[in-house]
């Protein structure tokens, strides 16, 4: 094994994958993060370092950024399987300021014994993941998506349009979109993440589709299976804006495209941010993939 044992730790890399991929494949919950994938692509932002206990349970260590409001960084550890035993989790403790989105996998049968050892488990909406049904992002059925139907079809009008599987001989055009889809946004946001995307596309299995439009690339979006196959977690979704309409097009005929057995879409988090979070219940979420974060307070022990 590649990994060491905790409490050390080693930097997450791409030979890892073979030892980590089948474990986060299974894991039930399907917390968009918790896939080798999603945690190479941004090992750059949190430091990501990884170690085990047994052959079962993942360790992940890293570093939170600032947060705007002036909270300083924080170090956190992720456990996507298991919960350590109570030894190990104080020491983590020792090394990080909180346990950071703990699944309902290990809450529900674990809390009561987690808060006896002053463990304070409290809710992370800010990072919930919104599900959705496959069918009903592929189909907009009824009422409730009037708007977004109306939008597609003045899209379909507007537009010749066109989207091929994504294949590595098409990277080039779907770099092509996140330059400039980076100048129209003025930031940064997860652009160094999608171009880790990009440059290893070959290597972290992902799926996706590149939309043109009138023979241009214009958009494209990527992801990958999760919780053994039972949801679709798209990572990113890129569209230049100029074309109205383009993003209910990449996300209906996205849904549209994956098999019948994915029955629900992971579209990820929001992060607090309040436009993201209307913009997502727009699509009439299904339900969430709940989060939780853990603060030691030796006090209540």
């Known amino acids: 094994m590649l990994i060491p044992s905790f409490p050390d730790f080693t930097p997450l890399t791409l030979e890892l994958k073979d030892e980590m991929h089948p474990k986060l494949y299974q894991a039930v919950d399907g917390v968009s993060e918790f896939t080798f994938a999603g945690l190479y692509m941004f090992r750059k932002r949190y430091g990501y370092r990884v170690s085990r206990l047994g052959d079962t349970t993942l360790i992940l260590s890293g570093i939170q950024p600032p947060h705007v409001d002036g909270e300083g960084e924080k ?167 100029e074309y109205k309409g383009i993003y209910q097009y990449i996300n209906q005929t996205f849904a549209a495209s994956l098999p019948e057995s994915f029955t629900h879409i992971n579209r990820e988090q929001d992060l607090g941010d309040e436009g993201l979070r209307q913009a997502k219940m727009t699509y009439r979420p299904s339900g969430f993939v709940r989060k939780y974060t853990g603060h030691y307070n030796a006090g209540k022990k």
């Open 75 to 241: 170090r956190f550890f992720m456990t996507p399987l298991a919960a350590p035993g109570r030894s190990e989790l104080e020491e983590l403790f020792k090394t990080h300021d909180f346990w950071k989105n703990i699944p309902e996998s290990i809450i529900i049968p674990e809390r009561e014994r987690l808060e006896e050892w002053g463990i304070e488990i409290n809710e992370d909406r800010d990072n919930f993941d919104y599900l959705y049904l496959r069918s009903d992002l592929a189909e907009l059925p009824g009422k409730r998506y009037h708007k977004k139907r109306n939008l597609v079809a003045q899209f379909l009008k507007s537009y010749t349009h066109e989207e091929k599987p994504m294949t590595l001989e098409l990277i080039a055009c779907a770099r092509e979109i996140l330059e400039r889809w980076r100048e129209n946004k003025g930031n940064e946001s997860d652009y160094i993440a999608s171009m880790e995307a990009m440059e290893h596309f070959g290597e972290l299995n992902m799926s996706g589709l590149l939309f043109y439009i009138d023979s241009k690339p214009a958009g494209w979006c990527l992801g990958e299976p999760i919780a053994g196959g039972r949801m679709f977690s798209v990572h990113f979704e890129k569209g230049l804006e």
